[in-house]
């Protein structure tokens, strides 16, 4: 079973930055690509970044060029940072960790994130 535990969430201004941390754990999990969602109030869920096992990576329009993802693998575990700056309100919402491969997927709770001034 795959765990994955969410940290860095807050409040920011406008232009600021945040760094948010995913920890998963669990048998497996380097095998795993890992991603980064969010969901605005009355929107759907949305990719945001996402990373391979490979290293590979894309970005949501809207983030490209703002936000940045990366991993780091262990045994057993993971760490996924998604490194965001130039923030606006739209970016305000709550961001979920995900894990995930061709027969499973796995989600965090979530952190919220709010942009304003």
């Known amino acids: 079973q795959v765990q994955l535990v969410e940290s860095g969430g807050g409040l920011v201004q406008p232009g600021g930055s945040l760094r948010l941390s995913c920890a998963a754990s669990?048998?497996?999990?380097?095998?795993?690509?890992m991603g980064w969602y969010r969901q605005a109030p009355g929107r759907q869920r949305e990719l945001v970044a996402r990373?391979?096992?490979?290293?590979?990576?894309?970005?949501a329009d809207s983030v490209k060029g703002r936000f940045t993802i990366s991993r780091v693998n262990a045994e057993n575990t993971v760490t996924v940072v998604l490194q965001m700056s130039s923030l606006k309100a739209e970016d305000t919402a709550v961001y979920y960790c995900?894990?995930?491969?061709?027969?499973?997927?796995?989600w965090g709770q979530g952190t919220q994130v709010t942009v304003s001034s």
């Open positions: 990373i391979t096992t490979a290293g590979r990576t894309n970005y």
């Open positions: 669990g048998t497996g999990v380097s095998f795993y690509d």
């Open positions: 995900n894990a995930q491969t061709i027969s499973y997927a796995h």
